[in-house]
């Protein structure tokens, strides 16, 4: 199966929000939002960060860096990003690869299509404003929801990492080719 180009999951993504998310928004982050980022790692994934890694990301790579806002006016969900020259995937030589670095939605605001927003969102900054050729992310390997998703995207898996996390679990490498 070929993988779907960020315009046509972008599309997708718009779909989603107007028929499944109604009143969600998705729009860049900003130094106010950090505290909401932060408590919503905290609450939903185990591996946490400094605050100085979040303002990190959102000084260097602020474009790629997005909240989901609920129709209350909530940050109930967020993605951010790490621009990234490296050996590819695909091609053998020196890409920019957009690293996803993070991305959570709180588990009450599961289920609308969110998750897939903000990744469709970060692909189409990672393409168009950083000019990345591929991009890619870690994934527990029993994270199958996760794991969906990003295959949906056009993600695939690459390599497993053996004792990636804290608690000795495995991850994969998904990544796709940009656009």
Known sequence: MSEPSIYQVY??????????AIGYTVRHAEYRDLDSVIGINEVSLPEHYPRSFYEELLE???KAFYVAVSPRGEVVGYIMNRIETKPGFFKHWLVRSGHVVSIAVLSEHRGRGLGYVLMAYAMKTMYEDYKCGETYLEVRVSNKPAISLYEKLGYRVVKTERNYYLDGEDAYVMARRLP
Not at 11 to 20: G, H, K, S, V
Request: glycine letters at 8%; aromatic letters at 8%.
């Open 11 to 20: 599309e997708e993504a718009e779909r989603r929000l107007r028929e499944r």
């Open 60 to 62: 260097d790579y602020g």
